[in-house]
Each structure stands twice: as structure tokens, then as C-alpha cells.
């Protein structure tokens, strides 16, 4: 399969070199079984000029083909997946009309196009995703909706695919779309066998959230609601509505709720619920308590709330987590 990754001036390397790495994986597990050249990986890179690439790092990927003579010289090899990274140049990217000329050229006979992080800008620019549902790094959330409201944004998740186009979030949620295709391509032996190489886990699935409280966690600025997010933490099994939460931090609950939205990016409900989220699905992972008792221990009290928490916040049951993720 012939996988084409664009290189452009100011990428972000680990957008290139994670999912590629990934490919590469897949192409020495398969090569000791001895499988066949047409069910490997073929990776090209393909820039402007061919030759080195400055990164966003500072050093240096080489290009093997120029824009130009890309089509020229692999017309009888026809590109299976197009690779567009993100990074600071990708403003910069999208200004180039070699490149969006390329992508959407290439991108056109291309089986499936995936951008990693903001590289769904060049793709939004090329005209592949109106009307597309797709996600990215949360930092660019509100600059793409502002920039491209025919897209359908998916701000939460760590990778969607709509059709035959692949969008991931930031930077390291590349090499879990990687290991995606992967198995989708190979087979779910050959994905875990790389993910053990990797030294990684292959458990973050595409419908899971690109945000943990503990991340979110991070955003807030000390003082009270610190305190009080911690407090949450240990306190989790308690009935903890936003009257109770604004009397611990001495706060009133309308100001309670502003804080929450401003530092947190969401409520405190759905602060609360995603806490109790991850509580239950760590003893699902490792623990062989049984559903009800999972249910009290992570504080919903019963088994359908949990239920309906698994289902909004991981769109899987718990029975159903358990199955996938657990011992």
C-alpha cells in the first residue's frame, strides 16, 4: 500500500514520524512472517523541493519526491493513504498552491486522506471536508469553526473518520489512528504487537475523549476551585451538586459555574460525571467487582446511571469496556 506523508516547511516532526513509525512496525512484523511486498506499507515523503525539510524542531526530514515530479514518476503506483501533518507552518502550508494543488490532486485518487492535528487546515483548504464531521488539536477548535463553518466539528474526540477521511487530535492521538489503520489493514495481533514495541498502550479507541479531568485538571489557576477539584477527587461518592461544591469553595453557585466554564471548559456537572467516568472504568480495567458494586464505589449509585455516563462521555457500556479493556 502506498502511503504518501506531505512534508512542509515548520511541521510539527512528531505528527510525521509517529504514525509512520506505526507503518514501519507493521511492515518488519509482517516482513517475519514473511507476507507478501503488496501487503506492506510503501511510505513516500513528498514536499516542494525535494531534499531536507526544516521542522517546527529545528531539524530536518528529507523529501524523496517534489510536487512536481511526484506523478510523473509513480504513475503506475497509485497512492492507498495521504498523510498531512500539522504544525506552526501550517498557516503557512495553507497558503501554498503547490501543495493544496497536490493534496487535492492526490487526495482525489487516494483511498483514504488523513490529517494529523491541524493538518486538517491544508485539508479543509484543499475542499475535502464540507459537511465532514472531523476533529483536531483543542487548541484550534474555535479558529477552524470560525474559519470553516461548512466543517462539522468533533472537538472531543481523539480521531473520527467520516468516508474515507481520517482526522486526529493532537500530536501523540496520530500514533493511536495509526495503530487504527493498522489493525483495520493487518489485524488486531499485528496493532498489539507494535503498540509492545512501542512500549504503549493500545487501549485510547477513536471514541474516547481527547480530554481526562486530570488534563483538565491542569487548566485551573489555584486557590479555591484547585482546592476544590481535588476535594471532588477524594470526595467523589458524595452527592456533590453545584450547591454543595459553591459552599466548599465559598463561592456563590452562579460564580461557582462561570469558574468552572472559564478555567475548566466545562460544567461542573460534566466535571463531576467525567471523574466518576474514569473511576469506574479503572476498576473495570482491573478489578473483577461486578457492576453494581462498581457503580456505588465510583459514585453513581446505580448501575443505569453508569450506564448512561459510559455511553455520553466513552459511547460504549460498561459491560462493553470491560470486555475490551479489562483483564
Not at 467520516?162 to 496493532?191: H, M, P, W
Not at 454543595?244 to 478555567?263: C, D, I, K, P
Request: glycine residues 8%.
Amino acid at each position: 500500500m502506498r502511503l504518501v506523508q506531505i512534508l512542509f516547511e515548520g511541521a510539527q516532526i512528531l505528527d510525521i514520524t509517529g504514525p509512520v513509525e506505526v507503518f514501519s512496525q507493521a511492515n518488519w512484523i509482517l516482513s517475519e512472517k514473511g507476507t507478501v511486498p503488496d501487503q506492506v506499507y510503501d511510505i513516500i515523503t513528498v514536499s516542494e523541493k525535494k531534499g531536507p525539510v526544516t521542522m517546527s524542531s529545528g531539524l530536518q526530514l528529507v523529501a524523496d519526491y517534489c510536487f512536481d515530479d511526484y506523478p510523473q514518476a509513480n504513475s503506475d503506483q497509485p497512492v492507498h493513504t495521504l498523510l498531512i501533518c500539522g504544525g506552526a507552518g501550517v498557516y503557512e502550508a495553507c497558503r501554498n498552491r503547490a501543495l493544496i494543488r497536490f493534496v487535492r490532486q492526490e487526495g482525489k485518487k487516494a483511498q483514504r486522506v488523513i490529517s494529523i492535528c491541524t493538518g486538517v487546515f491544508i485539508l479543509a483548504e484543499a475542499g475535502f471536508l464540507s459537511e465532514k464531521m472531523v476533529t483536531t488539536h483543542w487548541s484550534a477548535n474555535r479558529e477552524l469553526s470560525e474559519k470553516y463553518p461548512q466543517i462539522r466539528l468533533d472537538s472531543d474526540k481523539i480521531f473520527v473518520n467520516d468516508g474515507n477521511i481520517f482526522s486526529s487530535a493532537g500530536v501523540t492521538a496520530g500514533i493511536d489512528l495509526a495503530l487504527y489503520l493498522v489493525e483495520k489493514d493487518c489485524g488486531r495481533q499485528v496493532a498489539l504487537n507494535i503498540a509492545k514495541n512501542l512500549v504503549m498502550f493500545m487501549k485510547r479507541q477513536g471514541g474516547q475523549s481527547q480530554f481526562s479531568t486530570s488534563l483538565a485538571r491542569q487548566y485551573a489557576t489555584g486557590g479555591k476551585l484547585d482546592a476544590l477539584l481535588d476535594w471532588i477527587r477524594v470526595n467523589h461518592q458524595k452527592n456533590l451538586c453545584v450547591r454543595v461544591l459553591a459552599e466548599y469553595a465559598g463561592m456563590s453557585e452562579r460564580n461557582l459555574s462561570r469558574t468552572f466554564n472559564r478555567e475548566i471548559k466545562m460544567t461542573p456537572g460534566k466535571y463531576i460525571e467525567r471523574t466518576r467516568v474514569e473511576i469506574a472504568a479503572q476498576l473495570l480495567e482491573n478489578d473483577k467487582l461486578g457492576l453494581k458494586q462498581i457503580a456505588a464505589e465510583s459514585g453513581f449509585g446505580s448501575e443505569e446511571k453508569m450506564r448512561r455516563a459510559f455511553k455520553r462521555q466513552l459511547s460504549v457500556l460498561p459491560k462493553e469496556y470491560r470486555n475490551r479493556f479489562g483483564w
